[in-house]
């Protein structure tokens, strides 16, 4: 099954970008300057991550993913010829992307109430200092929870299944950027307005579960609508004029 083979590959895909930053840990200092925080995670704490998120894409992922096919070809999936055209690609993307943020922002913060994040999303934030392959480290009905917001677009509206590939491979460079650690004078957030990225998601990773705000997924308008991303903003103007960080407030 075509669908089935181009998630094995979009895994493989996943893996192999999320440990190529975990190798930018042990590389050169100039790399090292842009890393957000200094504090590395053990080896141990890394091992524990590849070991989870390998039982995680076979055991959660993949099967929602089989499973998921025949609402797919129902609302209209082909991959046959002829392939969509530039403009249908664009206009269903950037649809996926606006309707994604909003329905992880929501979801997100639902997670972040204390019942949910003491016995769901705590899991996601074991790691303070995020790298690549926390991006999908996660409790499996967080994986299912958020995870909705991902393919809800899709499935609405059937579409090609390049596409479909396209919108999964984005998502994917996407989510392990915002964990990265790190924030290079080339990361995305720099030129593209309302764009997350690493520094932005880091910062939701450093504060009380109840106080980190943050809580959008690719573009920020939804922080920005409703205030939640107000300290990060502060900090921001703050650092902008040379005042660094008193201090980083314990995780929970």
Known sequence: MEFVKKKKKLMMKFLKISLFIVCLDNTKESILSHKIKAKNNTPAAQEKCIVRLLLYHFGVNLPVMIFSYPVFTY???????????????????????????????????????????????????????????????????????????????????????????????????ETVEAHCGYHFPWSLSNFLPLYGGADFHDYHHRLLYTKSGNYSSTFTYMDRIFGTDIGYRKLKALKSIGVEDSGEQKKQ
């Open 75 to 173: 609302m209209g999936m082909r991959s046959s010829l002829p392939l969509p055209s530039w403009k249908v690609v664009l206009i269903q993307i950037i649809f996926y992307f606006i309707l994604e943020d909003f329905i992880f922002y929501w979801g997100h913060r639902i997670l972040h109430t204390k019942w949910l994040y003491k016995h769901v999303h705590s899991v996601h934030h074991e790691y303070a200092t995020p790298f690549g392959l926390t991006s999908e480290y996660a409790h499996p009905a967080e994986i299912l929870f958020l995870g909705f917001a991902t393919i809800f677009g899709p499935a609405i509206t059937g579409p090609h299944l390049i596409t479909l590939w396209l919108w999964m491979v984005l998502r994917v460079l």
